[in-house]
């Protein structure tokens, strides 16, 4: 009889591991908008993303854009006198845009976390690698938005929030994957990512194909833009300076 009991004990904690009813439900996601147009003028914009983590844990939105290899000129003092370059440094496989939005709530130093910037350093040294994070950060590549998450409810154990991220006015046409981390004392319990596609259009989407498709003649248009907008200025200048 204990052993029938047992044996009935047995299978029902394995139905109950195998239902659906009583698991988890897996983190969801949504971005608004999922693609996004950058023509003359494009000034950056924002995207919205909404979703469900599990309760206990909290929602932390990456956009990370595709890994590259990144090469920079090393200064330094030549014997103590001239500040000059003094070689090349590279970095590889990091991502080219790297955008990180939380909740606010955590202590959490996110641009030194195992979760963001530190995530793809590799074995690159340490002071390097500070550095190319400060570079990506002044042109607005790489940012921690703090505060963004907000949470909207919580219903059959899920917690449904919705944030707004920033997108940088630099941003260049590609594929983007964005990420919703569901996250729990420092680790990533479960996650979900969709894609992001950005595209240029008008005169941007012009000068792309020309560059792209007629190097010769993006040279010559870039020299005659450049030599005219220089005229336009002087022109500009000496009509002000005739006024005084």
């Known amino acids: 009889m204990n052993k029938f009991a047992y044996a009935c004990a047995a299978l029902l904690a394995a139905l109950s591991l195998s239902c659906p009813a009583f698991a988890a439900a897996p983190v969801s996601m949504t971005i608004r908008p999922n693609l996004v147009t950058i023509g003359t003028g494009f000034n950056g914009t924002r995207v919205t993303v909404t979703g ?12 990370l854009g595709e890994p590259r290899d990144k090469a920079f000129k090393k200064k330094g003092r030549a014997l103590g006198l001239l500040w000059m370059n003094l070689g090349e440094v590279e970095i590889k496989g990091v991502p080219d845009v790297f955008l990180v939005g939380t909740d606010g709530a955590s202590e959490i130093n996110w641009e030194h976390s195992d979760l963001a910037f530190q995530s793809v350093k590799g074995d690159t040294e340490d002071w390097i690698y500070d550095e190319f994070i400060k570079l990506m950060e002044e042109d607005g590549f790489y940012e921690v938005e703090n505060g963004i998450v907000q949470y909207t409810g919580e219903e059959e154990g899920m917690r449904s929030f919705r944030a707004e991220l920033s997108i940088p006015s630099a941003m260049h046409q590609g594929v983007y994957r964005v990420e919703v981390l569901a996250v729990k004392d420092g680790r990533v319990a479960d996650m979900a990512s969709e894609e992001l596609h950005t595209k240029l259009t008008g005169l941007p989407a012009f000068l792309s194909r020309l560059a792209f498709d007629h190097s010769l003649l993006y040279g010559v248009a870039a020299v005659v833009i450049a030599i005219l907008a220089g005229l336009f200025m002087s022109l500009v200048f000496k009509e002000r300076g005739g006024a005084h």
């Open 52 to 63: 469900a983590v599990p309760q206990g844990t909290s929602a932390v939105i990456r956009l």
